[in-house]
């Protein structure tokens, strides 16, 4: 598995916890710190790597080389106001189009947004600008009981996770 904007490690123990071999990549130094940490008490370092880089970069650390089994796409809130969804939306399209030729078949990709202003299509629009044909959209996932969202308050509705799966055409 292959999480970019890991944080302090959530998916990547859990992955690991499970089994799995899991890479972990973030920008920030102190985030990686907390992540390193939080494998090394779970015990799962031998099952676990984490890369300091730019998610919208080159993607070119030969851990990220694959092919993966799960890649999760988990940017930061990247558009504030309505202005900025376009640019958000092709900032993911590059990434992903270097991220999917190391998707495996029957593999599931995550793509993830934070941003109130990029939504589900928006998701959806970022991965057809990928050039993916493979990908259909197997769950459509939102925020737990921890983030309550108020009726009425439609700015409160900010978190979306998509998950496709590679299939044949
Ligand atoms: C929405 S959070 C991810 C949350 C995480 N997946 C979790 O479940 O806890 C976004 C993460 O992306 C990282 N980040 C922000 N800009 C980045 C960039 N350009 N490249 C890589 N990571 C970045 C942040 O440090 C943060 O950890």
């Known amino acids: 598995m292959l999480d970019l904007g890991c944080h302090v490690g ?3 123990v859990h992955a690991a916890a499970a089994g799995v071999t899991a890479i972990g990549l973030d920008q920030s130094a102190r ?14 370092t031998s099952r676990t790597a984490f890369v300091q880089a730019d998610m919208f970069g080159a993607l070119d650390h030969p851990d990220l080389a694959g092919p993966f089994g799960v890649i999760v796409f988990d940017p930061p809130r990247i558009a504030t106001g309505s ?17 999917l030729p190391r998707l495996r078949p029957g593999g599931f990709l995550l793509a993830c947004s934070c941003s109130h202003h990029v939504g589900r ?25 921890d983030h309550p969202v108020w009726p009425g308050h439609a700015e409160g509705e900010y978190l979306r996770v998509n998950v496709y799966q590679r299939r044949a055409v």
């Open 31 to 44: 985030a990686l710190e907390f992540a390193r940490r939080n494998a090394a008490r779970n015990d799962l």
């Open 121 to 145: 299509s928006d998701l959806d629009a970022a991965l057809l600008a990928a050039g993916a044909r493979d990908l259909a959209r197997v769950h459509a996932l939102g925020p737990g009981p």
């Open 10 to 12: 959530g998916f990547v």
């Open 83 to 99: 202005q900025g969804r376009e640019r958000a939306v092709t900032a993911m399209a590059r990434s992903l189009g270097r991220l």
